[in-house]
């Protein structure tokens, strides 16, 4: 298997792969994750340009691992577990900000109501509301895929606890 230098865009192709693999399925895999299912394939697929290497065995009857792709899988969970655990804010190109606006009656009886708002994929976030670790999560509807420089008007899910 070819190194590779390490970026954030091959943590989410290593997050697509791992999530894959756990959930058994590449369609099980895109709803887990948010993601369209040709999304997630092709995010495999350039995980394997990059290697080099084909990570999974198709058939009629499903997917499973190569050799490589059973290689692969112990170091990218640890990678992905040690990435989960950096508290370093991520070097962007440019400064950049994004912005989200409340209705003043969501928050006037709360004047000393700090907000912090976490950004990570839908199952963290999901499990994370599960452990009463959000108070609020806003989630787009499945079948949703953009870019992040993509506008969208959507019905929001909101989960309150």
Known sequence: MKR??????DAALLRSFVGMVRSGSINRAAILQGKTQPA???????????LGQSLLLRSP?????????????PYAERILSLTDQLSLKPVLPSEQQRSIG??????????R???????????????AFERKELDVLVSMPLAV??????????????FLS
């Not at 997630?40 to 990059?50: K, Y």
């Not at 003043?104 to 004047?111: D, L």
């Not at 109501?113 to 499990?127: C, G, M, N, S, Y």
């Open 61 to 73: 009857r499903g997917i499973r691992l190569s050799p490589a792709g059973e290689a692969l899988l």
């Open 40 to 50: 997630l394939s092709q995010q495999i697929q350039r995980l394997e340009q990059q």
């Open 4 to 9: 590779l230098a390490f970026n954030s865009q």
């Open 113 to 127: 109501l700090r907000l912090r708002v976490d950004v990570a994929d839908k199952q963290t976030l999901f499990a």
């Open 102 to 111: 409340l209705v003043e009656a969501f928050v006037s009886g709360h004047p």
């Open 145 to 158: 895929a953009v870019t992040p420089d993509q506008a969208l008007s959507l019905p929001l899910n909101w």
